[in-house]
């Protein structure tokens, strides 16, 4: 049961920040495009994709379902399960003129380059704490026979 709870607090976590997130990019389109207000669908449905993100997050990335996948497999799992994902709710909820090929090169393009960028931004905080955690070893080891 502590694993079930442990699931849901880490599912929760990742769906509040991938709302945020989803919430700072709409706002951003908002913007771009002169909008003045945001259909409450819309916003129900970045609900639901964080969520939804959230929880494959949890399963791609941890070992609660899938064991002994090297990482590169599993981003690539995230990348084609969410991106699919992603495209259906984008014509269920309308995100955008599905009948234009712009549009959906538009789509295609913001989802690999978001994709790439938070890829690159979790390679590197996790290099730098790599990094960081190996100079605590070596002082370690060169202070513990003093």
Not at 7 to 16: G, L
């Amino acid at each position: 049961m502590k694993k079930f709870f442990d699931v849901v607090i880490a599912v929760k976590e990742r769906a509040a920040l991938n709302y945020t997130a989803a919430m700072c990019f709409y706002i951003f389109f908002l913007w771009v495009f002169k909008q003045e207000a945001a259909p409450l669908p819309m916003l129900f449905s970045l609900l639901v994709v964080g969520v939804i993100a959230g929880l494959m997050q949890v399963v791609a990335f941890s070992d609660l379902l899938i064991k002994k996948l090297a990482y590169s497999w599993r981003m690539v799992l995230f990348f084609v399960v969410f991106g699919a994902i992603l495209t259906a709710f984008a014509v269920g909820f309308h995100w955008f003129p599905t009948d234009q090929a712009g549009a959906w090169v538009s789509f295609g393009v913001i989802f690999v380059l978001i994709f790439a960028a938070i890829a690159a931004g979790i390679e590197i905080y996790y290099r730098a704490s790599g990094r960081k955690w190996d100079d605590r070893l070596d002082w370690y080891r060169r202070h513990k026979d003093k």
